[in-house]
T-cell receptor, first 111, second 117 residues
Framework: GEDVEQSLFLSVREGDSSVINCTYT??????LYWYKQEPGAGLQLLTY?????DMKQDQRLTVLLNKKDKHLSLRIADTQTGDSAIYFC???????????FGTGTRLLVSP | DTAVSQTPKYLVTQMGNDKSIKCEQN?????MYWYKQDSKKFLKIMFS???????INETVPNRFSPKSPDKAHLNLHINSLELGDSAVYFC????????????????FGPGTRLLVL
């Protein structure tokens, strides 16, 4: 089955690193994505990782994938107040032409 | 310039009415999607079209009917609106379907906020 879980809230101070975690159940997932949603806005694709990779880095963003434990994380270095948003992980598998989204993690960055 | 656009951005209507939401993408993508985001921010796919053909139809009431006049447009018509239909509806598109690689990455529109009174 498909189930993607995330913790609901994360609060950090400006300049710290943020780590947002995601677990999924579908072992046939091919791509895993991170999207950002700012208040009242749509979803912005941040980054994605293919399931045969362990890590992907893109500027301040680092994605780590532990396929054995079906655990995905997004690390944001030097977190800024503008990073405050809801972050969704999503999985896509080869069998179904759709994204299954996690519950979203609300990140609050305080000055 | 907007890659995936939706109209209207806000829609407030009475229970029982029929309404449509429009989506257009100028990315040249072959596949388009409709997602529903409820009040708890949970996102779930509703429909997907590839080259104007319906390929995903999740467990959605028959009151919801998608229509794709061409590859660049996917509209959503909702009959007999109910209170529980209140949500944000997102349209998305991707270049390809079922192929490996970034071509299947989905790009989302800004959302249509529907409120049924």
């Amino acid at each position: 089955g498909e189930d993607v879980e995330q913790s609901l809230f994360l609060s950090v101070r400006e300049g710290d690193s943020s780590v947002i975690n995601c677990t999924y159940t579908d072992s046939s997932s091919t791509y895993l994505y991170w999207y950002k949603q700012e208040p009242g806005a749509g979803l912005q694709l941040l980054t994605y990782i293919f399931s045969n990779m362990d890590m992907k880095q893109d500027q301040r963003l680092t994605v780590l994938l532990n396929k054995k434990d079906k655990h995905l994380s997004l690390r944001i270095a030097d977190t800024q107040t503008g990073d405050s948003a809801i972050y969704f992980c999503a999985e896509r598998n080869t069998g179904f032409q759709k994204l299954v989204f996690g519950t979203g993690t609300r990140l609050l960055v305080s000055p | 310039d907007t890659a995936v656009s939706q109209t209207p951005k806000y829609l407030v209507t009475q229970m029982g009415n029929d309404k449509s939401i429009k989506c257009e993408q100028n990315l040249g993508h072959d596949t388009m999607y409709w997602y529903k985001q409820d009040s708890k921010k949970f996102l779930k796919i509703m429909f997907s079209y590839n080259n104007k053909e319906l390929i995903i139809n999740e467990t959605v009431p028959n009151r919801f009917s998608p229509k794709s006049p061409d590859k660049a447009h996917l509209n959503l018509h909702i009959n007999s609106l109910e209170l529980g239909d209140s949500a944000v509806y997102f349209c998305a598109s991707s270049q390809d379907l079922g192929r490996a690689g970034a071509r299947e990455t989905q790009y989302f529109g800004p959302g249509t906020r529907l409120l049924v009174l």
